[in-house]
């Protein structure tokens, strides 16, 4: 069965820097493109970044684009994000989840791990 574990959150002042982690197990990660979705306070869950399968290309929603980089271990089923120049609306909890072609179609997804809860403020 599926689980996606998330680590790696905290709070942070503005300008810092936070690395999450996400551990994969049930499935090989390997065969799947990952992305990283993100709910704040109040608003909908939305996509803020996608790796394909092959590595070779990745996306990142306009708001966190140059900041954030995500990449992916698939001998050990990890996927990363690093997070550079953080922004108090950068504030959410963070999900890591399994994706169709990075679309953001694991938005749709019946099953999330618990999430990482990232804060920052002064």
């Known amino acids: 069965q599926l689980q996606l574990v998330e680590s790696g959150g905290g709070s942070v002042q503005p300008g810092g820097s936070l690395r999450l982690s996400c551990a994969v197990s049930?499935?090989?990660?390997?065969?799947?493109?990952i992305g990283w979705y993100r709910q704040a306070p109040g608003k909908e869950r939305e996509g803020v970044s996608c790796i394909w399968r092959s590595g070779t290309n990745s996306g990142y929603d306009d708001s966190v684009k140059g900041r954030f980089t995500i990449s992916r271990d698939d001998a050990e089923n990890m996927v990363y994000l690093q997070m550079n120049d953080l922004r108090p609306e950068d504030t959410a909890v963070y999900y890591c989840q399994l994706d169709y072609e990075c679309m953001g179609l694991g938005n749709h997804a019946n099953y999330w791990g618990p999430g990482t809860r990232v804060t920052v403020s002064s």
């Open positions: 049930g499935v090989k990660l390997d065969v799947y493109d």
